[in-house]
T-cell receptor, first 115, second 113 residues
Framework: LAKTTQPISMDSYEGQEVNITCSHNNIATNDYITWYQQFPSQGPRFIIQGYKTKVTNEVASLFIPADRKSSTLSLPRVSLSDTAVYYCLVGDLSLLSGSARQLTFGSGTQLTVLP | KAGVTQTPRYLIKTRGQQVTLSCSPISGHRSVSWYQQTPGQGLQFLFEYFSETQRNKGNFPGRFSGRQFSNSRSEMNVSTLELGDSALYLC????????????FGEGSRLTVL
């Protein structure tokens, strides 16, 4: 079971780059790393997913070192609307492998963007 | 296309009662997973269903159960409710069987008195 650890909270200012790290020391071979954003009273929303190295999309980058024991979500030039809780999810997403693995969310990082 | 729909959105129960929550996934998605979210414990995985079979299960007592129907809709049931079961229950669906993002509903907020 890939237990994950994230910082509880982070503050940033508008326009800055924010990096949030998630530790997952016992990640398994088939586990993917996915990050979600959650606003109050809403379900989490997908940001980015990766397996190794670096992944980039239109909203974020995900850095995963070779040992895959941690991952870093990078949000470029944050704005006030990026204030939310960010979760990393580590787990074997395969529904066909036959393994009974849990999908483990981190405790979440409350990001507050200040003007 | 329509997103994940959860019903009811809010409900209040008393200790000892049971509750059934419903989740309709995005059309074409065959996987539905359930999560409990509380301020103290964060997002905790309950179980995941795919093609009417439970594929994964979290560390919750047997009072928490679920099922999935042939149309991929899912229900979860909590029996003998306890005060600590008060939480936001979220379900998510996904279309890909290997990776893929989870699409979450807005949740069902359960209050146990």
């Amino acid at each position: 079971l890939a237990k994950t650890t994230q910082p509880i909270s982070m503050d940033s200012y508008e326009g800055q780059e924010v990096n949030i790290t998630c530790s997952h020391n016992n990640i398994a071979t088939n586990d993917y790393i996915t990050w979600y954003q959650q606003f109050p009273s809403q379900g989490p929303r997908f940001i980015i997913q990766g397996y190794k190295t670096k992944v980039t999309n239109e909203v974020a980058s995900l850095f995963i070192p070779a040992d895959r024991k941690s991952s870093t979500l990078s949000l470029p030039r944050v704005s006030l609307s990026d204030t939310a809780v960010y979760y990393c999810l580590v787990g074997d997403l395969s529904l066909l492998s036959g393994s009974a693995r849990q999908l483990t969310f981190g405790s979440g990082t409350q990001l507050t963007v200040l003007p | 296309k329509a997103g994940v729909t959860q019903t009811p959105r809010y409900l209040i129960k008393t200790r000892g009662q049971q509750v059934t929550l419903s989740c309709s996934p995005i059309s074409g998605h065959r996987s539905v997973s359930w999560y409990q979210q509380t301020p103290g414990q964060g997002l905790q995985f309950l179980f995941e269903y795919f093609s009417e079979t439970q594929r994964n299960k979290g560390n919750f007592p047997g009072r928490f159960s679920g099922r999935q129907f042939s149309n991929s809709r899912s229900e979860m049931n909590v029996s003998t409710l306890e005060l600590g079961d008060s939480a936001l229950y979220l379900c998510a669906s996904r279309g890909k069987t290997n990776t893929g993002e989870l699409f979450f509903g807005e949740g069902s907020r359960l209050t146990v008195l």
